[in-house]
């Protein structure tokens, strides 16, 4: 069984003792945006996570799902723990109470999602995907599809998906063939979607998927494409199943990782009888789509944190009980725990950091989402720091969270390539998540050329300004000098791309950036909480408090020099990684 552990100090201190909730409590119409409800959430989802979703974690993995004669098998424990799952209410906490949801803040699920993830990752992208589909359908969707699916989805009765990929069209969506032409009030659909994450399960009567479908004479490319919700199951105006649909499991995908999630090909219209209902406008279907990625790429950043941060813990676990070897400063050979060789702490240290620094990020994006929606004065800058981070959390949680559980491999030694331990799986499942939801690579061209080329830099001048003035007022010296020259280094890296006339050299640099300026915006918002815990340091709780100005000291001087010496890199220019083609 995995124990799934847990750093329940810091959650704590980033949901309750870093601006966030004081902020909701002043700006979110909700009653309930307050300390006492997220403390009975979190504490309500931590009890559940660890007894009834941890312990699948590893079963599950060993099992996987099955397909047979048509139908998806899986693992056992998987029905139960999703029955138990639906009565804590959480997938539709932040949904409008008009549909049976809680209305409550986007920050409020940001400890929700991290626990989940950490605990089954599996489990947790049936929620994540449901959750996403029935936000979409309440922002585009028609008052009859509203009325009919909505309350349904977000109490988990039913659940949906995102189909977009195709086996010829992956990151380029615009080469989709799947066909909708209009039939009587809706439209029947015809084509084949891949990669579809709970794409066919027996937990739900029904499953509305959200298809991405071409009309008849639509343009050519991303921009002829419309949004469709599919149900699974035909449904009457009530809401009530009527029949099958002609939606179909083809197979499942036998992956590295996730492998309690079915990963499903699906066919729509086989027999000429799926019907789907259009969503929002024509032609808009990718534009929409991208509200539903864009969330779930925070969401996908949090679920690489979270298994970086568990198997950061597996690690620190396995350090402080391994007895073996000496230090040199031993006075004769006694044996030590191995978290007191230098090399073992170098490694746990650099793992706390990037955990440490990636929740201050992520918990900062999901609070922004809130003050982008009511801040009572400054919602449009706010939602310019959501555009704006996005790419770069959906990126740090990812890469980072894959390095940190290569990290905590290293540190368990040959036991940690071993089954019988919690972290080589942690580092499979961790790995798709720099692969979907739209590939790192294509977050970085985003990054770039929309959210700062786009808007000519204004978003983020706005932000380097922000982290400017926040170090006027820090007094650790090497946190202040590193951050102010890494915000140098972003600007001149920009430059470059703004001026160089050179679109392949963008391209080619563009990840790079993101990486760059993912470690940047982690230090900057870890040094904002270091300088939280400088205030409370004589207060109470020192050991923690010192802790984390000490993670932050230690990121500043030995993590984000690493993101200057890449800006700088670039602002050389250098073309020699361009001059091989790769080519037959």
Request: aromatic share 10%; proline share 4%; net charge negative.
């Amino acid at each position: 069984m995995t124990q799934y552990r847990v750093d329940e100090r810091d959650l704590y201190f980033n949901m309750f003792e870093c601006p966030g909730v004081d902020l909701l409590v002043e700006n979110h119409p909700s009653p309930d945006a307050g300390e006492d409800t997220l403390r009975m959430i979190y504490e309500q989802s931590l009890a559940f996570c660890q007894q009834v979703l941890a312990p699948l974690h590893h079963t599950s993995d060993r099992e996987s799902c099955q397909f047979n004669n048509g139908e998806v098998t899986l693992p056992n424990g998987i029905a139960e723990a999703w029955s138990a799952y639906k009565e804590l209410g959480l997938i539709g906490m932040l949904a409008p109470t008009e549909f049976g949801g809680s209305e409550l803040p986007h920050f409020f699920g940001a400890p929700v999602v991290e626990l989940e993830c950490g605990s089954f990752v599996s489990f947790s992208m049936l929620p994540l995907l449901t959750r996403g589909a029935a936000n979409l359908i309440e922002t585009f969707g028609p008052d009859t599809l509203k009325h009919k699916f909505l309350e349904k989805m977000y109490s988990g009765e039913w659940s949906g998906t995102m189909c977009l990929t195709e086996p010829h069209a992956g990151t380029d969506v615009g080469a989709s063939t799947t066909k909708a032409v209009p039939h009587g009030d809706g439209y029947l659909i015809t084509g084949t979607k891949i990669f579809i994450t709970w794409g066919d399960h027996p937990l739900s009567e029904n499953i509305i998927h959200l298809v991405l479908a071409r009309l008849p004479d639509a343009p050519k490319g991303s921009r002829g494409l419309s949004l469709f919700a599919v149900p699974k199951n035909r449904v009457d105006d009530s809401g009530n199943i009527t029949g099958t649909n002609d939606v179909a499991c083809g197979n499942i995908e036998h992956k590295m990782g996730i492998k309690a999630s079915p990963t499903c090909v699906m066919n729509f219209g086989t027999n000429n009888a799926c019907l789907g209902y259009l969503v929002g406008e024509p032609n808009q279907g990718l534009a929409q789509m991208f509200q539903m990625m864009n969330s779930a790429r925070i969401e996908v950043g949090v679920q690489g944190l979270a298994q970086g941060a568990a198997a950061y813990l597996a690690a620190l676990d396995y350090a402080q009980n391994r007895v073996q070897g000496s230090t040199k400063t031993d006075q004769g050979y006694r044996g030590v725990k191995i978290a007191e060789h230098p090399d073992v702490r170098r490694m746990l240290f650099t793992m706390k950091a990037l955990v440490e620094g990636g929740r201050a990020l992520l918990y900062h994006l999901t609070l922004y989402e809130d003050l982008a929606h009511h801040h009572k004065t400054d919602a449009a800058r706010y939602q310019g720091y959501v555009d704006l981070l996005t790419p770069i959390c959906k990126s740090y949680g990812s890469d980072q969270g894959f390095r940190i559980t290569e990290m905590a491999i290293q540190t368990h030694g040959g036991y940690g390539y071993c089954q019988e331990y919690s972290v080589e799986q942690y580092m499979r499942d961790v790995k798709i998540t720099s692969i979907y939801e739209g590939t790192n690579g294509v977050q970085a061209m985003d990054l770039v050329f929309r959210k700062i080329l786009g808007d000519q830099g204004k978003t983020l001048q706005t932000w380097l300004k922000e982290i400017r003035e926040f170090c006027g007022s820090q007094p650790v010296g090497v946190i202040k000098d590193r951050l102010l020259e890494a915000t140098k280094a972003t600007e001149e890296a920009v430059k470059v791309f703004a001026t160089c006339n050179q679109m392949d050299l963008v391209q080619y640099y563009a990840t790079d950036f993101q990486e760059a300026m993912s470690l940047l915006a982690s230090a900057y918002y870890l040094a904002r909480q270091a300088k939280v815990a400088s205030e409370k340091l004589a207060t109470s709780d020192e050991r923690f408090y010192g802790e984390k100005i000490k993670t932050c000291q230690f990121f500043a001087a030995q993590i984000l020099p690493k993101a200057i010496h890449t800006l700088n890199h670039i602002q050389a220019a250098d073309r020699s990684g361009l001059e091989l083609a790769f080519l037959d």
